[in-house]
């Protein structure tokens, strides 16, 4: 059964970088449909897709963080990474990996997927001086 | 930036259907099956329910069902049990892109 582990710090310094990595169960990556997301929950709200990334590095962000956040794949150690920089409180949020669908093709274009089957427990990230 | 509307809370009796509601002009482009319903408890991740409007993960039971109609999607819940009080999410794609993932802002069903 496939697991996803989110780690790193719980606290993070206004201004700083937060990052933190997804450690995925072996063999996860071997299948080439399925893409990898990141989303958060900031305590008490919704929701936020934080973006999304295929195993060929492409990747795809929320309009609304791109300018400040960098995820990365690494298959060989079957980990997913975020970054995201200059942090506020606003960023104070449980931060969730999880395994998103296939490319999803209608009679014109297609869709990076927006369903994630499987998450991992998530992590509580806490910006504060 | 588009919006996906949600209900803040529905509730029902055990046995009864409830429906949860989904709306957002996004929903209503092109009609592709693009909606999707996650599952929260408290303290938990999400949980997968329904994708591509209609379709069931593995495991999900078929008490739990998707629709859509022009700009509303809809989930709906039969046959009521006490479990299936939690936070319910819809998804989709803000409009004019087909990367940018939105969420509802859920729904809290109790079960009376």
């Known amino acids: 059964q496939l697991q996803l582990q989110e780690s790193g710090p719980g606290l993070v310094k206004p201004s700083e970088t937060l990052s933190l990595l997804c450690t995925v169960s072996d063999g996860a990556f071997s299948n080439n449909d399925y893409y990898w997301g990141w989303i958060r929950q900031p305590p008490g709200k919704g929701l936020e897709w934080i973006g999304t990334?295929?195993?060929?590095?492409?990747?795809y962000y929320n309009p609304s963080l791109t300018s400040r956040v960098t995820m990365s794949i690494d298959t060989s150690k079957n980990q997913l990474s975020l970054r995201l920089t200059s942090v506020t409180a606003a960023d104070t949020a449980v931060y969730f990996c999880?395994?998103?669908?296939?490319?999803?093709?209608?009679?014109?274009?297609?869709?990076?997927?927006?369903?994630?089957?499987?998450w991992g427990q998530g992590a509580l990230v806490t910006v504060s001086s | 930036q588009s919006t996906l509307t949600q209900p803040a809370s529905v509730s029902g009796s055990p046995g009864q259907s409830i429906t949860i509601s989904c709306t957002g002009t996004?929903?209503?482009?092109?009609?592709?099956?693009?909606v999707s319903w996650y599952q929260q408890r408290p303290g938990k991740a999400p949980k997968l329910i329904i994708y591509e409007v209609n379709k069931w993960p593995s495991g999900i039971s078929a008490r739990f069902s998707g629709s859509k109609s022009g700009n509303t999607a809809s989930l709906t819940i039969s046959g009521l049990q006490a479990e299936d009080e939690a936070d319910y999410y819809c998804s989709s794609y803000a409009t004019g892109t087909n990367f940018h993932v939105i969420f509802g802002g859920g729904t809290k069903l109790t079960v009376l």
């Open positions: 990334i295929y195993y060929t590095k492409n990747t």
């Open positions: 999880a395994r998103a669908g296939p490319l999803y093709c209608g009679t014109a274009k297609c869709f990076v997927s927006n369903w994630f089957d499987a």
């Open positions: 996004s929903l209503d482009v092109d009609n592709y099956d693009i």
